[in-house]
């Protein structure tokens, strides 16, 4: 049968920002230094070192010997992208002897305790691993929310693939390790990529934790209640509840949150079941146990440190009606697709 190429010119995939600081030798230490570990810092004599790290990587990127390094690691991105659409048995191509933990949930769920067992309990040092490629950057949540747009689904690709690029030649384990907060949004789609080969830990916590913890979170850099603006949850959310822009300029800070939670969860029930493995982690109640399968799992004796979360109080908001609903709402979704949504404290 005769067949026929479509050449498409006007293609544009950029290298994310993320490969353009790995490739270009910013330290990984720099941005681990500025961030800390669980968000809780503000550095500005780190930040400063951070920014003169990058600002000399991008002068050596534009250098023959950092445009060569550039082209090496687009040739070797562009080849796990082209396997990732067309070779139905990429992963056993590049990562032969590999499984992922996909660590998913929003924030303020406990992932960096999640996080940094996996990592003592596989023995990796965190601190050696590029912060950008590990660590809620790459892919862009943008692409990963709306991966149901034909038009996030070519970078979403190509960004993935950077990042296992950068797996096969950096990361120190079989076990591979990911914090990725808007994966739950496209789960669906992960697990066609991973299949068996993956496992996600799903971090829940009652919506009024997240709340408080994020305030607090941003008042320690003196700064107001977290912004669903700035950080994109309200296209999220508009998109998802078909909310207008008059009714959510008029929520609280809580509502906006609880509308958030709700949209977040029923979105991960839609791509239930998996073919890989679900682990639901539940603030404050399980996370222990979780990590003690997995090592058991992995035949590894291993104690994993203690998660302690602190006492808290709440407002009357997060016991009404409206807050149950949203539960019911997220039930109802997971039940449809033959998973029970956990019993989840107010903490």
């Known amino acids: 049968m005769r067949t026929f190429q479509f050449d498409w010119p006007d293609l544009k995939l950029p290298l994310a920002q993320a490969s353009l600081h790995y490739i270009g030798g910013v330290d990984p230490a720099l941005r681990w230094e500025k961030r800390g570990l669980k968000s809780h810092q503000k550095d500005e004599e780190a930040s400063r070192r951070l920014q003169e790290a990058i600002n000399e990587a991008n002068r050596q990127l ?39 933990y996909f660590i998913i949930g929003p924030m303020r769920t ?9 990592c003592n309990m596989f023995g990796i040092d965190w601190k050696d691993l590029n912060f950008r490629m590990v ?47 808007t994966f739950g949004h496209c789960l669906g789609v992960m697990d066609r990529l991973f299949g068996d080969r993956a496992e996600y830990l799903l971090l829940t916590r009652h919506p009024a934790g997240i709340a408080q913890s994020g305030s607090e979170l941003l008042e320690s850099f003196h700064q107001d209640a977290p912004n669903p603006e700035e950080q994109g949850w309200n296209v999220l959310v508009q998109d998802r509840t078909k909310i207008s822009e008059e009714k959510w300029e008029a929520l609280a800070y809580e509502e906006r949150i609880l509308k958030y939670w709700e949209v977040y969860f029923r979105d991960a029930g839609e791509s239930l079941p998996l073919n ?14 979780v990590i003690s399968r997995i090592a058991a799992d992995n035949s590894r004796d291993y104690e994993p440190g203690k998660f302690s979360p602190k006492d808290r109080e709440f407002d009357e908001f997060w ?29």
Not at 110 to 118: A, Q
Not at 276 to 289: D, I
Request: charged letters at 25%; a negative charge.
């Open 135 to 181: 660590h809620d950057s790459i892919p862009t949540p943008e692409f990963l929310a709306f991966l149901e747009n034909p038009i996030s689904w070519l970078p979403f690709a190509f960004e993935l693939a950077q990042y296992l690029n950068w797996v096969k030649r950096e990361y120190p384990s079989p076990r591979v390790i990911k914090k990725r907060i």
């Open 276 to 289: 890989g493995t679900l682990r639901t982690v539940v603030f404050g109640e399980n996370s222990e146990q």
């Open 319 to 347: 016991s009404s009606e409206k807050v149950e609903e949203c539960f019911d709402e997220v039930r109802s979704t997971w039940r449809l697709h033959g998973v029970d949504f956990p019993a989840i404290p107010l903490r």
């Open 62 to 100: 534009r250098t023959p010997a950092g445009q060569e390094k550039l082209q090496k690691f687009m040739g070797e991105s562009l080849e796990i992208f082209n396997d990732l659409l067309r070779t139905p048995n990429w992963l056993d191509k590049h990562f032969p002897d590999h499984r992922f």
């Open 110 to 118: 406990g992932g960096t305790y999640i996080f940094t067992e996996l």
